[in-house]
């Protein structure tokens, strides 16, 4: 069993480093490729996936490197200190808020785009989503300095090397604030979230499969590829993807937790003792919720062609990608920001219209 905890911890060591590794240059290129190059997205889904980018680069700096990665790989990390110790866990929670409401605030925002014109017509003022995303980070950030209290630093003796040492540790105060706000913590940052997304993407997938109804006969001959039906079909699969994708990762930390604060929530119980299958299970549940700050730029960009192309263009030094000709050819973003049929005519120059008709018997 001891063989098997130290295995496991090893896991977590090489994990831990690698996330951040290609988690940090991946979320910071996906920043600058959204906003300095040409990628067939709204100007709304330019804002969104850029600050989710910026949000989920903090949680990887303050959770997985300065946290999780130092604490298998150092003996006294400096957050282990006063007033470290609380600042650490404000940032955390602020950065965690953030990601997650950030995806909920963008789906609910293309729902609300997709359902109603006035909404659109609101909603896709880049000056709106500015102001809702410096919104949703401020107050994620409001939400969380309560949490800087609910851990404690206090000195603890360790053998280190055959000597007995005294450390300060920072760890969970075990008192009944604590314990209130780690649960109101754990439905914020999770179990709220995971409903909200769920129920809006699949509001989503039900206003996509009427979005043939959007189009004239003539828009749809513009579209390459033929049919609208297929293009909504492909735009679902791939809301889908993100749908199930951001629930699996994020529902075991949810449910691994609230076990946590309910049968194993007394002072004694040992976090670290890996022979407890909750504990692995947890740390298990761990890993598949930090990857999804690594994950999520890709899942939500990566929905455009015009993106993929884009990336290759910029990694193989070539000139930036030519301008097609329809606005809405070869773009899946561009089904979540429905431009209005009026506008379409203007701008196509191979829109058709008809005249002279004649009643045929």
Known sequence: MEEGASVFITIQRVYYPLLCIVGIPGNLFTFYMICFRK???????????????????????WVILLDLTLTFWQLQPFWHSFPACGIMAFLQYGSLYSSSWIVVVFTIERYLVLSSTSAKQHFSRAKVTRLTCVTVVLVSHLVSVPMGWINVVTPKNFT????????????????????????????????????????????????LTRASQLFTKEERRVIRGGSTKSLVRRTIFLLGTVSVTFVVLSIPRFVTYCILRTKYNRERFDRNDYRLAINVISDLANMLQNLNSTTNFLLYCMVSRRFRQEVLHTLTCKTKIRELGSVLTQTTMKVFSVVDHETLRSRDPVSVVLTKLKETQ
């Open 39 to 61: 990628c067939g997205m709204s100007d709304t889904a330019v804002i969104y996936l850029s600050c989710l980018a910026i949000v989920d680069t903090f949680y990887l700096v």
């Open 160 to 207: 280190v090397e055959g000597q007995n040492v005294t450390l300060t540790r920072c760890h969970y105060r075990d008192h009944a604030y604590s314990t209130v706000l780690v649960w109101v913590t754990t439905f914020l940052s999770g179990g709220i979230p995971i409903v909200l997304v769920i129920i809006f993407n699949s509001l989503i997938a039900h206003s």
